[in-house]
């Protein structure tokens, strides 16, 4: 690409060759040879998921023996991923079937499953709040939320599977914002410790458990069962997954690749890569040309974080110099007097849009939880149109408008989008302001709120639309330049 006018060739492709088409700029990490594990970064629309997909390709075709997994953090993603490797490669293709393609608790069950003989069964997550609350209460420890043991045990306890108050005495709470002293854990140790007694009288396994059994497994074996692993999202690693991966991945060249950015985690704490064996320096690169999201989308976007992040080891993500490579209308930012308007103005803005030929499968609609959606189906059948609601399952959108909750937009990408109800007390969520025990916990609940705010506005390429009803949240002036505030 030398020009404007192949940009706007490029741009006008069919959206599913849009969606797997790689820029000239990041060709060169894909081609290149790695010795040790590697990383590309990047904000948001830089292409590192498109960087991982050719990445996988690539490495698919360079071996009749090559055996590539291409992972990530959910079910959808997955699936949109092994859609667009068809794409890519052709359902027929040969390197079809040397690319497996699964998310991280699939990878585990199944490995699990080939290492032990049999599936795993894991209990929900109610399941093992409500276990935690019945250990809490029988040992008198009220001095705790619910919120914070949970979080206590699936980032710390589970995460790192502790099995002695020793080592729940020893182990670094990095990203743990809450500060326990030695009196605190010696409290707490007995209720992690009869809940997961309890959690395994029920024949269950934890999916911390079901990790650590595969990784058990094959850590000590020579045969590892891929020959390169590129990994996507990232940032939304936790321990167990991350230690499954090094314990799979094989020794040489091209065999971790990790694909992310920090001002998209919105699923794990922070912690130390380089704890487990995994260090990037030096073989971290950042993406700066923005290809997929218009200069006008991403400069209201980019206002909404840090333009420096930093890991735990100390790796540091610039977002600023990023540069995107095409324009597009501004961003519509507007707050109603109630839903009604609303959902009104949306219905406007989706039959403005599908007469200006953007199909109803490229279109998203996102809302913080699931009890917001209420507003957003009214709004797309009034408009003529049906809907998907994004879900675990990946269902293809055909002629249907995407919608789903702000989680579920992660790595999905459409040409227009609506972010709705950005309401006071929505955005960010009055439940988890309510549940922090103090000040320092505040500053983490706002930060991901913020993050995942940017996650689902960073999904539209061309068309990006922001309500809310009044006063509506305070992120939504975060989003202006600072002449229109």
Known sequence: MENIEELQRALEFPWEKWTVFLHPSQRAIVERDFAGPAHVAGSAGTGKTIVALHR????????????????????????????????????????????????????????????IGRRPRAPSDDQVRGILAKAAQERGVTEFTARFLFSEWTYVVDAWQLDSAKAYAEVPRLGRKNRLGARQRTRLWPIFEATRDAINRLGLQTWAQIF????????????????????????????????????????????????????????QQPFSWTTLGV???????????????????????????????????GLEEERFGTVSVFNGPDPVISVYPDVAAEGAAVRQWISRAIADDIKPSEIGIFVRTHDELSRVRPAVIAAGHETLELSERGDEPGARISIGTMHLAKGLEFK?????????????????IEAVADEVDLDDVYETERQLFYVACTRARDRLWISGVAPGSEFLNDLKPVSAK
């Open 56 to 115: 996988a390709a690539r490495l698919a075709q360079s071996s009749p023996q090559a055996r590539v997994l291409l992972t990530t953090f959910s079910r959808p993603l997955a699936n949109s991923l092994e859609h667009k490797l068809k794409i890519l490669v052709g359902e027929s293709s040969s390197v079809t079937p040397r690319i497996v393609v699964t998310p991280f608790r699939g990878l585990a069950e199944e490995l699990y499953q080939l290492a």
């Open 279 to 313: 260090d990037v320096r030096g073989q971290s690169q950042t993406l700066k040309v923005n290809y997929r999201t218009s200069h006008q989308i991403r400069q209201a976007a980019d206002r909404l974080l840090p333009e420096t992040m930093r890991n735990v080891d």
């Open 416 to 432: 227009a989008v609506a972010v709705m109800a950005c309401d006071d007390e929505v955005l960010p969520l009055q439940a988890r």
């Open 212 to 267: 650590a059994g595969a990784t058990k497994y094959y850590s000590g074996r020579q045969d590892k069962p891929f020959s390169h692993i590129v990994v996507d999202e990232a940032q939304d690693l936790g321990v167990p997954e991350l230690r499954l991966l090094v314990a799979i991945a094989p020794v040489g060249t091209n065999s971790l690749f990790f694909a992310g950015d920090l001002g998209q985690r919105i699923f």
